[in-house]
């Protein structure tokens, strides 16, 4: 990536990922495989892996019912 590409994304994620709590924001622009690290208690961090784990579980049975699966 360019430093105006990398830019970019870095202002997208600020502007839209933190600013509005657009949630897709962070899934476009943050690599999967990220590790974060707080100050927050360690159960708010398994917490938060717990919740994107949730979500994509949803998000593959809904498709799974769609396709008829």
Wanted: with cysteine.
């Amino acid at each position: 990536m360019t430093v105006q590409q990398n830019i970019a994304v870095a202002t997208r994620f600020m502007n839209d990922g933190i600013a509005i709590a657009d949630m897709s924001v962070f899934d476009e622009t943050l690599d999967p495989d990220i590790t974060v690290t707080t100050a927050l208690l360690r159960q708010a961090c398994i917490r938060l892996v717990q919740s994107r784990v949730e979500k994509t579980t949803s998000k593959f049975s809904l498709l799974s019912q769609m396709l008829g699966q």
